[in-house]
Nanobody, 121 residues
């Protein structure tokens, strides 16, 4: 079994910063891409940022230059540093990872349960 557990969400004023983390645990042989998505009420889940196992990252236009994704491969953990937060960044943030549970089978996409980020105006 593989689990992704997010942490670090909370309430912050507009212009502030937060860092959310996601740790993968369980039966893991290797982790390919990891990423963060978010969903606010009444909207579809959207991609925020992704990072490859080699450290290449990409961002949604709405967060580019404000958010930074990083990962610690030794700890199977991905981070999202969020700066200059805006009320429209308010959402549940979900971690996603493409994981190979063993060398003998293909990868599977796993999701965390999400962590709430609320930005007050």
């Amino acid at each position: 079994q593989v689990q992704l557990v997010e942490s670090g969400g909370g309430l912050v004023e507009a212009g502030g910063s937060l860092r959310v983390s996601c740790a993968a645990s369980g039966s893991i042989f290797s982790i390919n891409a990891m990423g963060w998505y978010r969903q606010s009420p009444g909207k579809q889940r959207e991609l925020v940022a992704t990072i490859t196992s080699g450290g290449s990252s990409s961002y949604a236009d709405s967060v580019n230059s404000r958010f930074t994704i990083s990962r610690d491969n030794a700890k199977n953990t991905v981070f999202l540093q969020m700066n200059s937060l805006k009320p429209e960044d308010t959402a549940v943030y979900y971690c996603n990872a493409d994981i190979n549970p063993s060398r003998f089978i293909g990868s599977t996409s796993y999701w965390g349960r999400g962590t709430q980020v609320t930005v007050s105006s």
